[in-house]
């Protein structure tokens, strides 16, 4: 049965709908104001969005958007300090793994299911982006799925061609992973692979897939008690911090994610794990602010999925929500840009200009996702990967977490190999036990 309010909500977006197709007049001369906070997404980020809002006002030229970037390094902060006094804005570009403490907060509007269905039931997004339109383990949706973001194998198809390495069988398995990159190196013709260390956008991202894959996880499944010290978690950690200290070259492990993705793009090493950004910066001409000319996006790359292991494939699946505060006065016109941004229009143009996979499943069938062939391992990941869960701790477990394996990282670079196993444990034991304060003080 439909509710009362969702019946209002979408006879409102109607009505806004109607004014706008018997107004002549812009968005700016009558009608609410929007204020959208948004974090910088893609290469140009103030002039995608600038178009969004332009696509926006054909159909709703009575509402005007104010849209204001955020940097990624205090928006979570700012919404946070913004929540309680209501003085945010009306709707927010939000991480995922920030849903949880947002929603335990309060303040933020709860979808009905009207609401929901009108952008896309459940079903229609991806599940793992769906897992975090909520708290943990609830059924309330305070936020709508809006991108994805997940990370893939890109590789140099010349340097593999070179050494005689067929893809297919080159990373299918942490041992052929292994394999491939012991070629690389031993051929002395190009470092084997590059990532981010301790200056990585979130290094609780990059470990994940391999203690998943592992057989391990980072929290109990009620989300209460921390696990990354558990043994088959510690062997996960292990084999990604491995890599690093066995084939990344320490100087590159000191660098930050846009730099390791820029020194792919110019040939410094053969492999590297990234998200779909990096795959359309190599398809875009340099004065576009693309990698294109490099030297990897001319001598060829491809794309593939994460390697398995003892546990599967399993990706880690991240990206961004859409939510409305309670504190706005002006819910149906919130709504109906959230609608916008969140619906296939919103998803296929916006969306796949700032070098992300669309939440919304129906979106990712259109011609610019299904056709870019560097895409097709994203899709695999994003329909099999795992969110973090949405706990109201999770912010404060992810600083925790890239603190702690900042110190692998310094140890594997000042010693230029992987860090002793048992050091490892010691450090995800204390990793474990700053955890579970954090968990507990957010109960």
Not at 285 to 293: E, R, Y
Request: glycine share 10%; with cysteine.
């Amino acid at each position: 049965m439909r509710t009362a309010r969702g019946l209002s909500r979408l006879a409102a977006a109607a009505a806004l709908l109607l004014a706008a197709a018997c107004t002549s007049s812009n968005a700016t001369s009558q009608g609410p104001t929007i204020d959208f906070w948004y974090l910088p997404n893609g290469i140009h980020p103030e002039q995608y969005m600038q178009d969004a809002v332009k696509a926006f006002n054909v159909g709703h030229p009575n509402i005007r958007i104010n849209a204001t970037k955020l940097s990624r390094a205090d928006a979570y902060s700012k919404l946070g300090a913004a929540l309680p006094g209501g003085a945010g804005p009306d709707v927010a570009q939000v991480d995922t793994t920030w849903v949880g403490a947002l929603a335990k907060a309060g303040g933020l509007h709860e979808f009905t299911p009207d609401e929901v269905r009108a952008i896309g039931v459940a079903g229609a997004f991806a599940p793992a982006i769906w897992e975090s339109s909520g708290k943990y383990k609830t059924s309330q949706t305070t936020a709508i799925p809006w991108f994805v973001d997940t990370r893939a194998v890109f590789y140099r198809t010349d340097v593999l061609k070179s050494l005689g390495i067929e893809p297919a069988n080159a990373f299918g398995s942490w041992e052929d992973f292994d394999h491939t990159l012991d070629a690389i190196q031993r051929s002395g013709k190009i470092a084997a692979l590059g990532v981010a260390g301790k200056n990585a956008t979130n290094p609780a991202a990059d470990f994940a897939p391999w203690v998943w894959e592992a057989g391990g996880s980072l929290l109990s499944e009620d989300g209460a008690t921390p696990e990354v010290s558990e043994a088959r978690s510690v062997n996960g950690f292990d084999e990604y911090q491995r890599l690093g200290g066995k084939y990344v070259p320490p100087a590159v492990l000191q660098k930050n994610s846009a730099d390791v993705e820029a020194m792919f793009a110019a040939g410094k090493f053969a492999v590297t794990i990234s998200g779909p950004s990096l795959a359309q910066q190599l398809q875009q001409p340099k004065t576009q602010g693309g990698f294109g000319d490099d030297v990897a996006a001319r001598s060829g790359f491809a794309t593939t999925p994460l390697p398995g292991g003892p546990a599967g494939r399993l990706a880690y699946v991240g990206g961004s929500n859409l939510v409305i505060l309670k504190s706005t006065r002006h819910e149906d016109a919130a709504y109906a840009w959230v609608q916008f941004l969140a619906g296939v229009e919103g998803q296929t143009n916006y969306v796949s200009r700032i070098g992300m996979y669309p939440a919304l499943l129906s979106a990712a069938g259109a011609s610019v996702f299904a056709g870019n062939k560097y895409l097709a391992a994203f899709k695999v990941q994003v329909n099999t990967g795992r969110p973090f869960p949405t706990v109201a701790a999770w912010p404060s477990i992810e600083k925790i977490l890239a603190a702690d394996l900042g110190t692998v990282w310094d140890t594997v670079i000042a010693d230029h190999q992987p860090m002793a196993k048992d050091a490892l444990e010691t450090v995800l034991e204390k990793a474990a036990t700053d955890m579970q304060v954090a968990i507990n003080q957010a109960a």
